[in-house]
């Protein structure tokens, strides 16, 4: 949900592909002449699933690093030319050629008629189709052809796609005004929202809004039990949304802030603003101050131990979003605008917010702030 958050999910999970790659890698090796894909049998293989394996390796060995805008069907809405691929830019991270790091398997393929296949593979952790033109030898990003017949809202640089409901655009219009508020006060220049142009994919839980991009086996990597949330693409400007809500502010706010932060004020602000999951992020509060209690935390070093953000628990409450946004809340509130705008922009490292927030509570002691923030 946050960048950094998910680099480190990526990367662990970057260590996990290289790792798996070098277990099965020499186990499946490149079958039957196909680079990426991998088949059972050598009779499913076609002109047109080679040329697809083919045109898929050439893609996905630059995926990231090089221009791949020429495999695809073009144009796209304000698309990456390196990270093309709506479905893929949410895994993006994988910087190394996929092609070694990965083993492709061949679920299924399905012709929708001469020109147009479609091709299902299972990537491990997640299943995803992939669309192809056959004579022009080209890839089609799922959405381009948009298969569910998505409803499309389109309002100032917002493009919302719904899968399941119409929408009031009244209410995108709320939403619109409410974030550009949000913005300005926490003092980024409302154009750095305005003058880019958002890709909202917006279904009702966050397993739906994967099939949006092509996912077909929902597989949730940041939080297992998680059933509504989303994530944003930093290079394409694109959200998926689950959550059933007329835009998805809290991925919004964490692509147009424009300084940098530690993973706390990252979440904060986006849970301050656009609340967590569905809800606002005051409803997640009471579980957070159970959760410190029950696991004796006492400061934010304890907080911030790597056992807790590996923990079900700690992740599925967003315990750390909801304790972020209500610390944001009272300097917001105690020390005013000003002074809260130049403390968000200072807290680069768990180490500097800590630091700044001893300084503005006047507090001696981390454990005296943090009693003072949670458990009195
Ligand atoms: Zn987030």
Known sequence: MLNSNRLQCRNAFRLFVVGLFLNVGCLFGQEYGLKILSVKDFSYITEDMRNFDSVWYQCMSKYGHEDVSHYFHFPLHKTSSTHPLTSLNFIDGFDAPLSDAFYFKLVKTQRFNDTLHLYHMDMGWMQMAVYFDVKNLKLIPFEQVDPFHLQKCKYKNLTVYYLDRAVDKKQVEKAYADLVKSVTEMGVKAENFTNREFVVYSANSIADSY???????????????????????????????????????????????????????????????????????????????GYLKKNNIHSFAELFQEKFFYDTEFNTNRVEYALAALMLEKVRQQFGLVKYQAFIRKCKTNDEMIESLMDLFQMKTEEALFEYLYLK
């Not at 959200?239 to 502010?249: A, D, F, M, Q, W």
Request: net charge negative; no cysteine; glycine share 12%.
């Open 211 to 289: 099939r949006l991009i092509g996912s077909l086996e929902f597989y949730n990597y940041f939080d297992a039990k998680g059933i509504t949330g989303g994530m944003s693409d930093p290079h394409n400007n694109v959200i998926l949304s689950g959550v059933r809500k007329p835009i998805h502010t809290h991925e919004l706010i964490h692509l147009v802030v424009d300084f940098k932060s530690n993973r706390f004020v990252g979440e904060g602000l986006a849970s301050l603003y656009g609340g967590i999951g569905a809800e606002p992020y005051q409803d997640k509060l009471a579980i957070a101050i």
